[in-house]
């Protein structure tokens, strides 16, 4: 079965620095776009960032500069790099991932538990 887990939230004070890291695991043939999505309270679910099996990234304008996706294909993992940050960057972070499983005809959507982003002003 496969699944995603994210690893590396927690709560830092503005302007500091954390690094999520999400790793796939289970029977996966190949995985395709991996990224990171977010949660504030009270709002919708937003894109971070993602990024293709080839290295192409893409960035909401909020984090340009700040953030920074990246992956390590051969551990199916992909990372986000968080600098300089601010408390409107404090919500859940969801791992997400284009994932054809071992076995299967195509590529399915695959999501991590979330995990708390807390930014103190």
């Known amino acids: 079965q496969v699944q995603l887990v994210e690893f590396g939230g927690g709560l830092v004070q503005a302007g500091g620095s954390l690094r999520l890291s999400c790793a796939a695991s289970g029977s996966i043939f190949t995985i395709n776009t991996m990224g990171w999505y977010r949660q504030a309270p009270g709002k919708q679910r937003e894109l971070v960032a993602t990024?293709?099996?080839?290295?192409?990234?893409n960035a909401a304008d909020s984090v340009k500069g700040r953030f920074t996706i990246s992956r390590d294909n051969a551990k199916n993992t992909v990372y986000l790099q968080m600098n300089s940050l601010k408390p409107e960057d404090t919500a859940v972070y969801y791992c997400?991932?284009?994932?054809?499983?071992?076995?299967?005809?195509?590529?399915?959507?695959?999501w991590g538990q979330g995990t708390q982003v807390t930014v103190s002003s």
């Open positions: 990024i293709t099996n080839a290295g192409s990234t």
């Open positions: 997400n991932a284009l994932i054809w499983p071992a076995g299967r005809g195509s590529f399915k959507d695959y």
